[in-house]
Every structure is written in structure tokens, then in C-alpha cells.
């Protein structure tokens, strides 16, 4: 509830400030005086693009910092050059913009950090808290042991300090091979916590980076580096997922031992999870790679880029992560709440226009050849503020093919010969005859119409059962619709039986459809509801001025059910 609703209630009225439990941790952190102030961050690795989970982080990261008024840095986690690239950069950008989150100008690059945290690895090995190892990484993880068997300690955990120091200054003059000496942290090698037995810090790596170019021939690991950006930036808590949690250990050895002032805190969260998609930007990469999906803004996957161009919102988005929760423990979110969430945003917020997506001809015998009345139609039932327009009405119209039933089951209440239905604000019409192809498919549907049902809706003297939806055929525009399916049939299992994922053949279904002249004059990303067929958008890539392309964003109908909180 927002505080303008809930101003006027006395103490007892107001509704019990529900805060999550990182929420009540910062409360504490700022009551005991360990920060006097909030400073988050969203820190992707530009390996890839951003997808729905992502957005769990971006919005939990930003709002927190919203909330508490304090900052939210952007930070580009790019201390591994194997899979780096610009392109993952820009988009990243553009898609944390495009969700609303403020960062300001304060984008940042870990690589810009790389001197410090060389300066870092030399205050450990002064410290005598880090070593540089030539076991090979074979070795390395025999002698970590697991979890029942504790580890053995290297041979070389105890030289010198001005050896250590010599061989990490010539793993950085690119004296050694990629996969030869490591800089290890001395921690302890019998800690019950694998992270804490003496973890690699720096590897050597003869990659050019992105950013740093060929200055660099050994990379930090995500372990040292991470705790080291988070704490140059001041940042003060560090939400990140729950896999890092046995990691947290490690992360506070590294700021205090690197004796950063103010060390920041990290606290985890669950992941978000859903169904029938495939998350996970691994997989996501994979698909477009195979050339399984039509790159990475593909309206099938739920990376950002793709669910822009699908016609979500970010409002819908954020209401989705908002229901979602944030809690400690994993699970998975219907994917129809997110579908709940953009029709939800969209109903009272876009026209409802008449789209036909599987045409058949409707011939009103006896309505005057040559005229074409103009019929004003509401633009929004449910939101007046919307206006009305004018759409052209005349003898021939296209309807949907199943509008109309040569042999109707008993409940069916539109069109068949015999039966009076309501042309949306239009005029009642009643079949009369009809025409087929050789195949016995229908081509035509004959039927008159009675004057004084003009609108439709005034009409009271006699009822009918069915409205339908039409386009007058001599200014009917054509458009391309595609209609999407889940990429994955989860009903059918995930996965086949030789573990590839198993996916749905329907997931992309082409039409050609007529529509009314105002969805000609279209701009990309443009929304409407298509009555009776869904919510579009218009391509942003594909659509033309003369010829659009529309995406349905997810049809009407909905299985999902918003529970109601408990009185
Ligand atoms: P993926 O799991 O898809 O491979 P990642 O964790 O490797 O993603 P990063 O670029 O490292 O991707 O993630 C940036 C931030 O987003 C991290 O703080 C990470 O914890 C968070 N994040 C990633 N996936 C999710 C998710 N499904 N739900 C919430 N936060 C996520
Ligand atoms: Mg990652």
C-alpha cells in the first residue's frame, strides 16, 4: 500500500509493514550503526544477455537502494576474457535502462579495478597469506580433498616471501604458459568449507581483454576479484544468489584481509525460477547458437531483449518480480503469472481493435451494394478515457473461420444458417446460406441484416446470444501475425530421452491477417489488445510501414489464478 493510502489511518488501521528479510537485515545494519548509509549493485558478467532472472536481481538491487535513498551502481563483471564481448556490454546497458533502474552515471568496469587488485595480491603474499602454487590444476583439486576428507597442503605453501613475490611478478611479465603457476590465498586446508582450502586467486591467462587489451597476462578469480569491486565501490551490502553462500566465508577473508575500511556485507537470495522456459544464460546461449530460436531477442526466450520485443512492459515485469517474492528458499514461478502481469498492465491501457487471424468472407445479402458506413466504436469498453473511432462497415466483411459452424454442437452461439449473432457495434445478422471450395472447406457465409440493431448494444426487443468480431474487406489492411507457443512442451517432459531439451513444434505459428486501418498506421513496440485474440505488439525488427508485423504478446484466457491474501 503506498503512503498516500495509508496516511489517514490511526497506528492500530495501518496495515503491518511486511518487509523481506534482507529488508529487515539493512534495517538492523542501519540501527546498530555498521553502515549510515545503503549502496547496492547489479554485477553481470557481459557474457551473454540479460534474462527474467536478472531482472529478480536488477529490481531487488535498485529498489533497495530506492528505498533506503541510497545509490545503485551498474558494474560490469568482466574479469574473465574468454567469453567476453562489447555487444553483451550495450545490451546489458540498454536493458537495465529499459527496466527503470537508476545507476546514474555510475557504470562501472571490474577490469578498471585489475591494478588494485594486483596491489592486493601483493599485501597478501607480503602478509605471508598467499602463495604461488605449480601444482597442476589435476593436482590442485586432489589435493583439495571433499567433503569427508581433508586437504593436503602444497609443497610450495611455505616458500619465501621474496620468492613468492619474484614468481607472481614474472606470472605478470608473461614469463609462464596459460595453466602453469597460480597465486593461491593461504587459508587453511582443512576447513570443512572446500572454498576456504586455500583457493587459486590468480591464474595466468595470455587472452586480450575487452576492455584491458594485452596488459594483462593473469586474471583474478571470481572470488578474490568480486569482494574487492564491491568494497572499492563502498558498496555496502552485496545481494547475490544463494550458490554463493558457502562462499561468504571467503568473501570476508578477502575485504578483511586486504584491509579494506568499510567491508561490505553479502547476503543471498533465491534465485528465480520458471516454468516451461528455459533460464539460464548457458542454455539461452546454446539455443541461439544452434540456431534453435532467431538470436537473442527471439520473442520465445525470456531473456530482456526478447520480452521487450515481445511487448512486455517493464511494469509487468516488475509487478511479476514483486509477486515472485524474495525469500531464501528455491523454487520456481508459473510462467502464466508473468502472462497474468502483462495482461493485467495492458487491458485498461491499450485499444481494443478488430483483427480477423483466419479469415472467411461474410456477404450481407441485403445491405446496399456501394455503400460503406462509418461505425463509431469504443476504443477501450472498461476505460472511456480512451476515446472511440471510427471504423468503415459494408456489404462484404471478413469473420473468424470458426465464427461461423455448418454443424454446430448444441452450446455454440455464433454464427450457423438459422442463427441471429451481434456484429461487434455493428448490426445483428442472421445466416442464411453458405459456400464451399471443392475440399467442402467454407469460402463464404451469406446473411442479412435488420437496420434497427444499428450499435448493437441499444437494441433491446429481442436478445442474441454471440457477438463476433469483423473487418470490412474492401479497406481491410494485411498484416503478418505470429502466434507463440512455450518452446519447451514441459507437459511432455523437458527433456527426451537422449537428454536433449524437448521442444514444442508449434512454438512459432505464421498468419496472415486482415485488420482495421488504424493497425496499419503502426510504430514498433505499439500495443493493442486484438479483440477475442489476444494482446500484439508490433515487431520492432520486422514490421514496415506497409506491411506490419505484429507478435502476440499472450492471449486472453488465462488457467492462472491470483490467490487472495487471507483476511
Ligand atoms: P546464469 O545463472 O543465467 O548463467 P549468471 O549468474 O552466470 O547467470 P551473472 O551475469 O553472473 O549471470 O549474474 C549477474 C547477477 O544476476 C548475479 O548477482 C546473479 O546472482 C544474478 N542472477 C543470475 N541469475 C539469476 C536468477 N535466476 N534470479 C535472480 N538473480 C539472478
Ligand atoms: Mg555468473
Not at 119 to 143: C, M, N, P, S, W
Not at 396 to 404: N, P
Not at 414 to 430: D, I, P, T
Not at 434 to 453: F, I, L, S
Amino acid at each position: 500500500m503506498s503512503e498516500e493510502n495509508t496516511k489517514d489511518l490511526t497506528p492500530e488501521e495501518k496495515p503491518v509493514e511486511s518487509k523481506n528479510f534482507i529488508e529487515r537485515a539493512i534495517d538492523q545494519d542501519l540501527a546498530e550503526g555498521v553502515y549510515d548509509h545503503v549502496h547496492t549493485r547489479f554485477p553481470p558478467e557481459p557474457n551473454g544477455y540479460l534474462h527474467i532472472g536478472h531482472a529478480k536481481s536488477i529490481i531487488l538491487n535498485s529498489g533497495i537502494a530506492k528505498e533506503y535513498g541510497g545509490k545503485f551502481n551498474l558494474r560490469f563483471d568482466d574479469t574473465n576474457p574468454m567469453k567476453e564481448k562489447n555487444e553483451f556490454v550495450e545490451a546489458i546497458e540498454r536493458d537495465v535502462k529499459w527496466l527503470g533502474a537508476d545507476f546514474e552515471d555510475r557504470v562501472f568496469f571490474a577490469s578498471d579495478y585489475f591494478d588494485v587488485m594486483y596491489e592486493k595480491a601483493l599485501l597478501l603474499i607480503r602478509k605471508g597469506l598467499a602463495f604461488v602454487d605449480d601444482l597442476t590444476a589435476e593436482q590442485i583439486t586432489e589435493y583439495r580433498g571433499d567433503f569427508n576428507t581433508p586437504g593436503k597442503e602444497s609443497p610450495n605453501r611455505n616458500r619465501s616471501i621474496e620468492e613468492n613475490l619474484r614468481l607472481f611478478q614474472e606470472m605478470k611479465d608473461g614469463k609462464y604458459a596459460d595453466g602453469t603457476l597460480t597465486l593461491r590465498a593461504k587459508i587453511d586446508m582443512a576447513s570443512p568449507n572446500l572454498n576456504m582450502r586455500d583457493p587459486i586467486i590468480y591464474r595466468v591467462a595470455h587472452v586480450s581483454h575487452h576492455n584491458t587489451g594485452d596488459k594483462w597476462c593473469i586474471y583474478p578469480m571470481y572470488d578474490f576479484a568480486h569482494p574487492i569491486e564491491d568494497a572499492v565501490e563502498g558498496i555496502t551490502h552485496s545481494l547475490c544468489t544463494l550458490e554463493f553462500e558457502d562462499h561468504r566465508p571467503l568473501y570476508d577473508w578477502v575485504v578483511r584481509e586486504c584491509e579494506f575500511p568499510n567491508p561490505p556485507r553479502q547476503i543471498e537470495f533465491a534465485k528465480l525460477y520458471l516454468t516451461n522456459v528455459v533460464t539460464g544464460k548457458r542454455y539461452i546461449k546454446k539455443l541461439v547458437e544452434d540456431k534453435v530460436v532467431d538470436g537473442w531477442d527471439d520473442p520465445r526466450l525470456v531473456t530482456i531483449a526478447a520480452l521487450r520485443r515481445r511487448g512486455y512492459t517493464p511494469e509487468s515485469i516488475r509487478t511479476f518480480v514483486e509477486l515472485s517474492g524474495i525469500s531464501k528458499a528455491n523454487s520456481s514461478s508459473d510462467y502464466s503469472l508473468l502472462e497474468y502481469c502483462i495482461r493485467e498492465d495492458l487491458k485498461l491501457k491499450v485499444p481494443r481493435m478488430m483483427a480477423v487471424l483466419d479469415p472467411i468472407k461474410l456477404v450481407i445479402d441485403n445491405y446496399p451494394e456501394g455503400q460503406t458506413e462509418m461505425l463509431p466504436v469504443p476504443n477501450n469498453m472498461e476505460n472511456e478515457a480512451l476515446g472511440t473511432r471510427e471504423v468503415p462497415f459494408s456489404r462484404e466483411l471478413y469473420i473468424e473461420r470458426d465464427d461461423f459452424m455448418i454443424d454446430p454442437p448444441k452450446k455454440y452461439k455464433r454464427l450457423y444458417v438459422g442463427n441471429e449473432v451481434r456484429l461487434m457495434s455493428a448490426y445483428f445478422v442472421k445466416a442464411v446460406s453458405y459456400e464451399t471450395d471443392a475440399d467442402g472447406k467454407v469460402t463464404v457465409v451469406h446473411c442479412t441484416y435488420d437496420p434497427a440493431t444499428k450499435s448493437g448494444l441499444n437494441f433491446t426487443e429481442r436478445k442474441v446470444k454471440g457477438t463476433i468480431h469483423w473487418v470490412n474487406a474492401a479497406t481491410a489492411g494485411k498484416v503478418t501475425v505470429r502466434l507463440y507457443e512455450q518452446l519447451i512442451d514441459e507437459e511432455k517432459g523437458k527433456l527426451n530421452a537422449d537428454g536433449t531439451l524437448n521442444f514444442n513444434p508449434n512454438s512459432l505459428r505464421v498468419v496472415e491477417a486482415y485488420v482495421e486501418p488504424d493497425l496499419m498506421k503502426v510504430k514498433p513496440y505499439q500495443s493493442f489488445q486484438f479483440v477475442r485474440n489476444g494482446f500484439f505488439t508490433v515487431d520492432c525488427k520486422d514490421s514496415t510501414e506497409e506491411h506490419p508485423v505484429y507478435n502476440r504478446i499472450v492471449t486472453l484466457k488465462s488457467s492462472f489464478k491470483l490467490e487472495q491474501p487471507k483476511a
